[in-house]
Every structure is written in C-alpha cells, then in structure tokens.
C-alpha cells in the first residue's frame, strides 16, 4: 500500500532553470515567483494572461484592438473583431521531421516541415474542388494516420470545420454523430488493424455514406491493403474500393484527391470560428456535438503543452489515442509548439503489455502519455520499460491514477516525473495537471492549470478546500465552446454545464483541492458512492479492489436512490487462471472494509467477462447503474459507443 502524497520526485535547480515555464515567467517580468502566486494572477487578470500567451509565442493572426474579454459564462467572447487560423500557426516551420506515423504492423513514416506543408496544400487543393468553402464540414472516418492529420490541416486552412470518428466505430455510432453536422465530403480508410488483426470497414463506410444525404463526395484511403504489404500509408496506390459507387455525390481515391499541386494558403477567420467539432460519449442518448474555435485552442495548446508538458522545438510527444479522442487533437498541438508528434495506430498491448513503450525508446520519445489505465496494466503484467534515454516526462489521464501507479513509474522510471491530468472533451485541454516545477506526490494532481479557475463547491454553492467537492470553473476559459452544433439558443449548452450553479461551470467530476493548490480527483460526481451518508468517488474504492493481482478490471454501483440505501455490487473481471474463491473474496472485503469503511464492504461480488467501456477507455457507471435499476438495456447504453458492447448483458438486474 502505498501512502496517498508520498513524495516520488523533485525537480533539480537545472530541471527549473530550463523550464519553458521557468523561461515564461522572466519574460513576463516574474522571476521568482511561485507557481500558486502565477496561477492566482492569471485567473484574477485573465485578459492580462492571455494576452501575454499570443504575444509570449508570437501567434500568427490580427489582434483587435477591443476588449480581450467580453461578458460573462456562458457568453464570455474572447479577443472579438482578431482573426486566426489553427493551420496557419501550425504549418510556421519549414525545416526538420514535423510528425512520423507508425503502425502496430511495423510500418513506418517521417513527414518533414516540407512534406507536411505541400501535402496539405494539395489536399486543400483538392478539397476546394470538391466544393469544400469556409464553415462547410469535412468528416473523417480514420485511424491515427497521417492522412488524418493532413485532411485536418487542409480543412482548417479553408475556414472550414473538422469533425472525426475512429474506424472502430460502429456505423450507427458515426452517422449519429457525424448526421448531425451536415458534412460534405468523407474523407475513410477501407479498413484497419488492431491487436494482430485486419478490420474490412468497406461496408460500413458504404453504409455510413448513405446515411449522409449532404455528401457531395466520398474520398478513399486504401490503408488496410498498404499496411498489409508492409507499406506506409501514405504513397499508396488507390485501392479497387476507389471505384465503388456511394450513394451521395462522387468517389475518389486519395492520390486523386491530392494530385495537383498548390500555393499554401491560409484563412484567417474570427477569433471563435469553428475549428472542429468533438462529441461527448454518447453512451446515452445522442452525442453532443461540442464546437471549438480555432483562437481558443491555439491560445490554450500553446499554453498547456509549453508550460504542463514542457514542450518545444526538438521534442518528441507521443500519447496513446485514437481520432475520436480529444487526445487526438492534443496530441497533434504539438506542432503549434514546434515539436513532433508520433502518430500509432493499433493496439495498447500487441504484441505485449510494453508495446508502447517500446514506441517510446525507438523513435526517442521525449513527453510520453497514455491513459491510467495502461500505467496500471503495466505494472500488473511486470513491465520494465528500457531504453528511454531521451524520455523527460510521463503524463497519464483519462481516469484517476492511483497512488500505487505513481509508485510503480517513480520505480521503474527513475529520475522522471509522472504528471496526472484531468480536463476533458469539453475544453480539449485540462482543467488540473502538472509542471517541471513541482514535485510528485503519489495520488495528487500538482495543480490548477494557470488560466483555469478550478474551485471546489459545497452542495450549497460555497467554495471549500481540504474537504471533496464538485469540479467548477468560476471564471471562463478560451478553450471552452463556442456553442454546440445545433444549438442555436444555446439551451442545451447551458443545461450541459450551467444548470446547478448558474454562471459557474459545473463539470461532474468530484474533486478535493488542497491548501497548496494540488488536488485529488475521485471520479464523476454522478456515480458517486453514498453509504449511510458517507459520500465517497469510485476511484478510492478501485484503488483498494484492482490492487489484488487476481483482478484485472472491476466496476462498482451503488443502487441507492433518493436517499435510501440500495446494494452496493461489485463488478470483477479475473486474470487468467484466477478465481473467487471464499478466500479472495473475504481478501477484498477485509481490505475494503478496512482502508474505506464498513458501509463500503459490497453487498455482492460478481464476476463478469468485461468491465464495460466507452470507445476512450472510461468505465461505464452510470449507464449500468440505469441498467440494475430497470431500464431496458438498449436503452441505458449505446453498444456503438462501446469498446466492448458484448458484454452488456452480464449486466441485468
């Protein structure tokens, strides 16, 4: 067991003079001065702030010479009458690798500055062709490949706006999302791999085209056949589906799409025009479709990426995603800030459990970040990452990372930090994470993003600190929606993050900010475990179950409503060759009683094949909460949207 704030790591005197953010601070004239002290000025003078993050990385766009900030949550307006463009700050450099792809298959491929930048004027060329004008909406049904990055650009440089889905997607899944923007053109690959296996999609997007009436064009990637003869994807020849006849408007291949050449040109639109469009998980009901600007994003990757992850020219990020992650889109920042993302496409843990790691000694990974739950598989399958000379920082997020997993990385990763963050789709960022600056303490989240106004409120609105409270921004941030698509009184906005503490930002994780500024987060607020009044986040509870070697996953409810107690269930997959016998079951209710309270001993232990999850690896709660109350399985929970929709039904009350 390891203790909650133990101390794993400290910066150096070299690490801090270094530090981009070290290098931000003498700029701007405070040397010196300690990272809460920094934080409270730039959430108390915002405009101040942000203003010296565009002229801080010389952004590229007009500045108006109007208010940076206008009104108030929900209708805050950033930097009103300046224009920008996303693709334009992010195509600056000329010299150098801008990005390299690989493939769980063994393919391989650098893109330089060069390459990147004629590539994404002939795809803009060719969108143009295509019709494609400034606000239309291009839709990508596409792995983590270099044609998605490049469409993105393409689309961005046009004005017009991005929206992406990964090809593990199920069709209903794409066409509830993507029907709802109106695309134009879909740009799809024939198909793709994952964990050793090859995945024909050519049917689906033949369906999912015609569930699209707007299409004017369909544009084709032969992936599956490139990377099957061991080929990059990039150069491939069209593939026979190239050919095939869609529903709506006219087919093409890839090559044909890219195949004249073009000045680079770039539009530069308001501050708030759409970039890209996201979409909440949509594991009940129908996603929401959530509209970034490209101002707001540009201003705020540049930001957390220089200063949280410490990122610049000659650096090398990579982070485990797919493009219907927003860690897609974060990931990609990093050529805003000049440095090269590794774009994988595969499985976490083919052919084994340090896959990723090994991505990370062979292309010389500087920033490397995954989700909690990898650091935990890693730890639970022995892995000894090797090779990681050029490795200066570890980020994990997605679900809280338990104290032992920042234990087991400080062991095996010695001398390099762990940063835990937290934010989510909705700002395409984190609210809470991490510098160079500050030390690591098992189980706690460094601090507050500078710019983000974290608090922690009380049922009655009241801020609170050493004690759990309700995630909640009091001030906005320029990352935050412009509006969700739609939408356009902005009713189903305001009722997705406004509607408890009106003109505060609600944002359903629980959360226990300390006296220094670090905090703990404990889960969504909304799954909370509430026993005999004892209120407790579901990650504490799977600290305690997941740190037995015989389990390998597990999910908790507690079925209690309105104020009465139901059954608290435990939810267990087991690892290979285990079994709950009398003695691991008494082994996890000893220890839950013990480190959490009595009331929190389950009711029940089930074994299940699965724990369920969403397409970007979170624990499903709430929708199987709805399901062990009563309500029908199809309607609790979209398979769709879903890792593994098959095992739902191991669910029923």
């Not at 463009?85 to 195509?91: G, I, K, P, T």
Request: aromatic share 10%; proline share 7%.
């Amino acid at each position: 067991m390891v203790a909650e704030g133990a101390l794993l790591w400290e910066p150096t005197d070299e690490i801090v003079a270094r530090a981009r953010l070290t290098r931000y601070l003498d700029w701007i004239g405070r040397a010196g001065a300690g990272y809460e002290e920094v934080w409270q000025w730039s959430v108390d003078r915002p405009a101040e702030f942000w203003t010296t993050i565009w002229e801080y990385f010389d952004v590229l766009g007009e500045r108006a010479d109007g208010p940076v900030i206008t009104g108030t949550m929900p209708q805050a307006e950033w930097f009103a009458g300046s224009t920008i463009n996303y693709a334009e700050n992010a195509l600056r450099r000329t010299e150098g690798v801008a990005a390299v792809f690989v493939s769980e298959d063994g393919a391989r491929q650098e893109l330089t500055w060069a390459e990147l930048r004629e590539d994404v004027a002939r795809v803009r060329a060719g969108l143009v062709r295509l019709g494609v004008e400034r606000g239309d909406r291009v839709a990508g049904y596409l792995p983590n490949i270099p044609q998605a990055l490049i469409a993105f650009l393409a689309t961005a440089s046009l004005g017009a706006i991005w929206s992406a889905g990964s090809p593990d997607f199920g069709v209903p899944s794409i066409i509830d999302r993507f029907k709802q923007i109106e695309p134009k053109v879909l740009i799809a690959v024939d198909g793709y791999h994952y964990n050793g296996k090859s995945y024909d999609r050519s049917a689906a997007v033949n369906e999912i085209a015609a569930g699209l009436p707007t299409l004017r064009a369909t544009v084709w990637i032969p992936y599956l056949s490139a990377v099957e003869d061991g080929r990059a994807p990039q150069r491939a020849e069209p593939a026979p589906a190239d050919t095939r006849e869609l529903p709506h408007g006219e087919v093409i291949g890839w090559e044909g799409l890219r195949a004249q050449s073009a000045p680079l040109e770039f539009e530069r639109v308001p501050f708030d025009h759409p970039l890209w469009i996201l979409y909440s998980s949509g594991t009940t009901g129908l996603p929401k479709p959530i509209v970034h600007g490209h101002g707001g994003v540009v201003l705020e990757h540049l930001k957390s990426l220089s200063f949280h992850q410490d990122l610049g020219e000659g650096d090398v990020f990579f982070w485990y995603t797919t493009t219907g992650w927003m860690m897609w889109n974060y990931l990609i920042g990093a050529l805003l800030v000049g440095a090269t993302p590794v774009l994988y496409d595969g499985s976490a843990a083919f052919p084994s459990a340090a896959a990723l790691w090994r991505i990370a000694a062979s292309e010389k990974v500087t920033y490397f970040g995954v989700g909690a739950p990898y650091i935990m598989a890693s730890m639970k399958a022995g892995v000894v990452p090797e090779g990681l000379d050029s490795l200066r920082g570890v980020g994990s997020t997605g679900s809280p990372l338990p104290p032992e997993g920042f234990a087991w990385a400080a062991e095996r990763l010695p001398g390099i930090p762990l940063g835990s963050f937290s934010g989510g789709t909705d700002v395409c960022t984190g609210f809470v994470g991490a510098t160079v600056l500050h030390p690591i303490r098992a189980g706690i989240i460094p601090c507050r993003s500078l710019g983000a106004k974290v608090e922690s409120f009380d049922p009655t609105g009241e801020p609170v600190v050493g004690e759990v409270g309700e995630l909640v921004l009091t001030q906005p941030m320029p990352s935050m929606p412009v509006m969700f698509w739609n939408d356009p009184d902005g009713e189903r906005y305001r009722d997705s993050y406004f509607d408890v503490y009106p003109g505060v930002w609600r944002h359903g994780d629980w959360i226990k900010l300390n006296d220094d500024g670090s905090c703990v987060i404990y889960g969504r607020s909304d799954s909370t475990l509430n026993r005999g009044g004892v209120r407790m986040g579901t990650s504490e509870f799977y600290r305690v179950v997941e740190r037995f070697e015989e389990v390998a996953d597990s999910l908790v409810i507690d079925t209690g409503q309105l104020g009465q107690d139901g059954q608290l269930l435990l939810f267990v997959t087991l690892g290979e060759g285990a079994a709950l016998d009398e003695r691991l079951e008494r082994a996890i209710c000893s220890a839950l009683r013990t480190e959490l309270s009595p009331r929190h001993v389950p009711n029940e232990i089930r074994v299940v094949p699965g724990i369920p999850r969403t397409l970007s690896g979170k624990k499903l709660e709430v929708p199987i909460r709805r399901i062990l109350l009563g309500t029908p399985v199809e309607q609790a929970a979209n398979p769709d949207a879903m890792v593994n929709p098959e095992v739902l039904s191991h669910f029923r009350p």
